[in-house]
DNA sequence: CCAAAAGTGTTCGGCTTACACCCATGT
DNA sequence: ACATGGGTGTAAGCCGAACACTTTTGG
């Protein structure tokens, strides 16, 4: 029985929730976009492939990564393939999109997606409930983040997250009694308006619940 | 690549959270307890598979069954074979366990588990914990009631998998106003004492959020 | 009438939500 | 001086936790 890794890649950029998605060239299913994925190589872990699928597409490699879900039955139920599904949050600027024309890798708003192959809506939709699960208790965004940021940038990733607005206040105090952040000391002017407090996650490392 | 299923087949008696395991009588791990598993026939759903697994070691089929995470390297490392956990809750009243002498097929206390072969202890904790968390906001015990039960073998249920007491005027109130139980208006007399009212889940399918 | 189990309300603290003004800087 | 974005406190409602007595039955 084939097993193969599916990678949901999702990041913020312009206000707004995205995935990496790429163009499939030939059958099956040739002409609409798809999620990456490929076959774990001889002894190589689940993790691993889907790590090592994330670093060929991305170049990033010390993000969230987490086991999303196992599907079979994705290829139109024609049975005979399991896909066992990740995903992962990656910062955009810190990201070298493949150069492989054939596929035209490309961010997708999550909010008006293409139609995709193989049902990837629904591994999709698992990714993104997930997604906003996390961030309500842990400090996955910190593959969203650059190393230091001020709240306002940390509130509008998650306000692109949820598709939403947060009180200014409230969403302070909830990150900082947290206990996941810890301020630098620093600050960083933005043209006119008073300079922001920069913040650092105490921990960029994934939390273990 | 080799893909199985595991099950995790769980059931609460005498005011004990069990599981069902098996003796294995040959190598690999000849002698050493496991969780029931095997593999997808043709054409069969990972979830179908489950289920067949399922009903021939208890004989029971609709009851909660959700599947829990895929495993590599459980087989120690070796690659090579990929695990899909599942896990389902089972009234002991409905089961007949197979008689298949050379397995040994058993309850064992989940708080004082034989040393188990494959890392079985991995899957074990995460499906307690899942179980732990489905019970707080849904209707999965269904799986463990009889068609109408007290609310006091209810709590009692509960406080077997949570391993502590609850409030019984507290646990009462969470129950009733969460809308999953409906009271049937008939009592029960159990020996000496006032007889309970008798109640019933007003949904017996897995609640889907 | 006594033992046994069922049933029932209220109080307190903590958490979430809603809400409006002052502060520091650039132009 | 004014425009821009950053930063702060308080009151109200909701939820979970703690807690003790009355009711109905069998023996």
Redesign the pocket.
């Known amino acids: 029985m084939n097993v193969a890794v599916l990678v949901v890649i999702l990041t913020v950029v312009e206000g707004e929730l995205r995935v990496l998605l790429i163009h499939r060239s030939a059958e099956p299913a040739m002409g609409s976009w798809a999620l990456p994925g490929g076959f774990p190589q001889a002894r190589e872990t689940l993790a691993d492939a889907a790590a090592r699928k994330l670093v060929e597409e991305t170049g990033v490699s010390d993000v969230y990564l987490e086991q999303l879900f196992t599907f079979d039955g994705l290829d139109d139920g024609t049975q005979g393939s399991v896909a066992v599904s990740y995903f992962a949050l990656v910062d955009t600027r810190r990201v070298r999109l493949r150069d492989e024309p054939a596929w035209e890798p490309r961010w997708h708003p999550v909010q008006a997606l293409p139609p995709l192959a193989f049902n990837n809506e629904r591994v999709m939709d698992y990714a993104v409930e997930r997604l906003r699960n996390k961030l309500q208790y842990t400090n996955v965004a910190y593959s969203l983040m650059a190393q230091s940021f ?4 940390l509130q509008a990733v998650y306000e692109s997250i949820f598709g939403r607005r947060f ?4 969403f ?3 990150m900082l ?1 947290q206990g996941i952040l810890k301020p630098t000391g620093k ?1 960083m ?9 920069l913040y650092e996650f105490t921990s960029r490392a994934p939390m273990v619940l």
Chains 1, 2 share one sequence.
Request: positive net charge.
């Open positions: 001020t709240l306002s940038e009180d200014k206040r409230n302070r105090r909830r009694s600050t002017a933005r043209g006119a308006g008073r300079p922001a407090e």
